[in-house]
């Protein structure tokens, strides 16, 4: 059980630090943070930072793969919480941050 939610953690944080930082979607996210229409908007801002991508990752994981806990949205809270933790301590380690 425990190297299982080590697994669903570490996936989690693996697919929210590639989508939020990487390079290769940053265009994606700033042409829909610049749109007018308000829920593109707020999709765009919402991709862009890791402890929000986080918060929809884990709500995903949980029902689309295995839930970590048995509440869905305990596990978004979960994933939203160890995204943006581990999320700091690699902005630590590597020395610069996005958000």
């Known amino acids: 059980m425990v190297a299982e939610s080590i697994f669903?953690?570490?996936a989690v944080f693996g697919l929210t630090n590639g989508l939020s930082t990487a390079g290769l979607f940053s265009p994606m996210w700033n042409k829909l943070k610049g749109s007018k229409n308000y829920v593109l908007h707020h999709i765009g801002d919402m991709g862009l930072c890791?402890?929000?991508?986080?918060?929809w990752m884990g709500g995903l994981f949980s029902?689309?793969?295995q839930p970590l806990t048995s509440s869905v949205f305990v596990d978004m809270c979960v994933a939203s919480a160890t995204t943006w933790m581990l999320y700091a301590i690699s902005?630590?380690?590597?020395g610069s941050c996005r958000v």
Request: hydrophobic residues 55%.
């Open 8 to 10: 669903w953690i570490l």
């Open 50 to 55: 890791p402890k929000c991508l986080g918060f």
């Open 63 to 65: 029902v689309m793969y």
């Open 91 to 94: 902005c630590k380690l590597v």
